[in-house]
């Protein structure tokens, strides 16, 4: 993995400290050129992975990333899916077969066979397939070799113990994808612990790492333990702690770590780009 | 190790089925829905033993805390039979579909002991509680006016199928995202006395209101408007504030910062003369387990630990979703009239 992997964030309107850059993002990002804008940006300054949410927006991203390969030939996606409003406002308008039936490609029941047949013998292995190709779909014709499930629902199925469904996703990750699973995740050395104790050895975790132990479920102390002795491939995110730390305090900080492999962010402009991206390159 | 189990498996109930699940304190036993799919996911996955009925669940499983997620029309029948069965109860929100019902599920909770909560988790968002204890400092002054809002995305085309469409069963705008508004306002403002004038509209739905407008006084003669509309697709999710007005500043809160406009600098908080902004990263709740936000985990460990200390807590207690009720009767009464 890169060490410097850019974020979309910032292109979605989410901000986790202020609703007001949320919609200064919103306006700003309006249009999917002013996107291809910044990303063009940071491959200028030799940034070649893009980590992304599996939004609709991403598929024109996509689109647009293929049909100038000669262009982007060096550049990865590393998505990571589901994007979670969109299935969240579904099961509150829907409820959940309602919303398995709109985003299921074709009709559960019926035309497509697959999704039809899972459903009828609740073959959940099946349905996860089903949903995570339907997601995929947009990036095919670029290089995905590592692939994220959010952390709404790595933290879902870790609360609810529903371990099989880690060791599902990363066979099917493995042998469809021919790619790397990486789970992103608010409670850090508890999915650790959970993925090694069903055989997942070594695994890709991307959690917020920053010295003030925001949105770090467990704690700061269990953080740095964790990153201190355990084995895994840590990728540190909320690196700024949403703004409540200055890039050259919060990077440094991540240099304690040798064991980080790389670090996410978001930026909307070029000189930010830069500065974090040199920072990183710095301190990693 | 409490034993715990949980009615409704939708989007709230699977959240705090993996909260409840992830803690300590708990032995996660029993699951109840009516959806054979979500409860066949409970069965080749975990060991929760799994009911479509939840007079049979509360028969078999010997439980110490339920939570009822299910919609409105079902809390009532629900939480009355657990507390008659000496359970304790996190109920979600809104607490039920009359006030009338909800009197008697306050009464049965307190004559029987039993902690009780309902799921209006903007009181275990950090920024919140700040506003409440900068008013209670009075650091405003006198408080002549508030707004609150709230806006999000769920309902933007003309379409319908769930009970949330149902006004009779609890779906809507004004019981679903507009009762944390009201929830919020009375319990950190002050409690909503009179509705002066109140509009329920109807923008896509149909049968139900997608917004709500009302203008209001509460029990300290503070006046203040409500509005709300859940299709509102500029906001990329829920998205709640308040705004207070005093003799000597103004407070503007959301779920992500706190911004404060006073008149002249208070020393004893610390804030400048003009305005200060605060983060919700210096007043997040700390938790063990994370799923969405920490003041979904921070409600259900606050309703765990209440029910290990043998105190009923302050935060979100029956009575008050039970006033949260009236006060969207008095909304609703209001607006018929018009």
Known sequence: ?284 | MLKGGIIGLGKMGISHAAIVGAHPAVDFVAVCDTSSLVLDAFKKYTRVNTYSDYLKMFEKENLDFVVIATPTKYHFPMVKYALEKQIHVFCEKPFSLTSKEGAVLVEIAKRNSLINQVGYHNHFIGTFRELGRLLKANVIGEIFHFTGEAYGPVVTKEKGGTWRSRPEEGGGCMFDFASHVVNLIQEVIGRPTKINGALLKSIYSKGVDDAVYSLMTLENKISGVLLVNWSDETYRKMSTSLIIEGKKGKIICDATEIRIFLKDANEKEKLDKGWTTKYITEFALPVNYHLRGEEYSAQIDYFIDNIINKKQGTYNTFEQGFYTDVVIEMILDKAKQN
């Open chain 1, 1 to 284: 993995m890169d060490k410097v992997l850019f974020g979309d964030n910032q292109f979605f309107a989410v901000n986790h400290v202020s609703d007001e850059k949320s919609r200064a993002q919103a306006i700003r990002f309006k249009d999917d050129s002013s996107i291809i804008n910044v990303l063009d940006q940071a491959i200028d300054l030799g940034i070649t992975t893009f980590m992304c949410t599996t939004h609709d927006r991403i598929a024109n991203i996509c689109d647009h990333l293929c049909a100038d390969m000669e262009k982007y030939k060096d550049f990865k996606i590393f998505p990571c899916m589901p994007y979670a409003h969109k299935y969240a406002n579904a099961v509150t308008e829907l409820g959940i077969m309602g919303t398995i039936k709109q985003y299921v490609p074709g009709n559960i029941f019926g035309t497509f066979a697959k999704g039809g047949m899972a459903y009828l013998s609740k073959d959940f292995g099946k349905l996860m397939e089903i949903f995570i190709d339907a997601e995929m779909k947009m990036f095919k014709g670029i290089k995905t070799p590592v692939i994220f499930i959010q952390n709404v629902l790595v933290d879902m199925i870790l609360g609810l113990r529903m371990y099989d469904i880690f060791a599902e996703y990363d066979e099917y990750i493995r042998k469809k994808y021919n790619a790397e699973p990486g789970y992103i995740t608010m409670n850090m050395p508890a999915l650790l612990d959970t993925l090694n104790s069903i055989g997942i050895k070594n695994p890709i975790i991307c959690s917020s790492i920053n010295k003030i132990g925001f949105r770090m479920a467990g704690g700061l102390t269990v953080y740095e333990k964790y990153l201190q002795e355990k084995e895994f491939r840590p990728i540190a995110m909320q690196v700024l702690a949403a703004g409540a730390l200055g890039p050259n305090e919060a990077i440094e900080y991540l240099g304690k770590f040798p064991r980080i492999e790389s670090v996410l962010f978001g930026a909307s402009s070029k000189s930010h780009i830069k500065e974090t991206k040199s920072l990183i390159e710095q301190y990693l």
